[in-house]
């Protein structure tokens, strides 16, 4: 079945630095992807998405480009904040939306 | 604009009692949902629904009970709470069944089994 895998955390920088969050995907057909994300006590948010091969989802600095090749959809941001500390949710929608297992970021000033 | 409504934002059961987790959608959408987050395991699909007086099983339906009477809610039932059941519940929502189409999370129910 389909399934999501991203890299394991915690991941600590400190700010300003470049960040990539892994994620690979298996899915039988053609899914939409998305990275969502979740601040302590709070349920996800949309950060951004991607709906078919070579799409680039962007949003507030955040960047993925969505791989068929390589069934990848990697996160970057170019410098990040105190305030990205999050945990990032990488997931694939096909029949329903599938997640992955989530990466805690700290980013300490 | 309330989005997703999920009421209580926390519980604690016995083993063996039943409840009602509630969920309630002020945007219209058709599709909605019930997952639960643990940790180290992302969230997993327990329940689903694509619109009033249907629903389906997700990844890990066995404890749960759903219904959907109306557009906007979409209970979740726990009829014997077990402790594997301890965990945080999220509903969430989207306009359609369409693929493309983004969930909307409600803020979650953290449950404690003892």
């Known amino acids: 079945g389909d399934s999501v895998t991203q890299m394991e955390g915690p991941v600590t920088l400190s700010e300003e630095a470049f960040l990539t969050i892994n994620c690979t995907y298996t899915a039988t057909g053609y899914p939409s992807l998305f990275w969502y994300v979740q601040y302590p006590g709070e349920g996800l948010q949309l950060l951004l998405k991607a709906t078919k091969a070579d799409d680039k989802g962007s949003n507030k600095g955040f960047e993925a480009t969505y791989r068929k090749e390589t069934t990848s959809f990697h996160l970057e941001k170019g410098s990040v904040q105190v305030s990205d500390s999050a945990v990032y949710f990488c997931a694939l929608s096909e029949e329903d939306m599938r997640f992955g297992a989530g990466t805690r970021l700290t980013v300490k000033p | 604009n309330a989005g997703v409504t999920q009421t209580p934002k926390f519980q604690v059961l016995k083993t063996g009692q039943s409840m009602t987790l509630q969920c309630a959608q002020d945007?219209?959408?058709?599709?909605m949902s019930w997952y639960r987050q643990d940790p180290g395991m992302g969230l997993r699909l327990i329940h689903y629904?694509?619109?009033?007086?249907?629903?389906d099983q997700g990844e890990v339906p066995n404890g749960y009970n759903v219904s959907r009477s109306t557009t906007e809610d979409f209970p979740l039932r726990l009829l014997s709470a077990a402790p594997s059941q301890t965990s945080v519940y999220f509903c969430?929502?989207?306009?359609?069944?369409?693929?493309?189409?983004?969930?909307?999370f409600g803020n979650g129910t953290r449950l404690t089994v003892t």
């Open positions: 629904s694509v619109g009033a007086g249907i629903t």
């Open positions: 945007m219209n959408h058709e599709y």
């Open positions: 969430a929502s989207r306009r359609d069944d369409r693929v493309a189409s983004p969930l909307h």
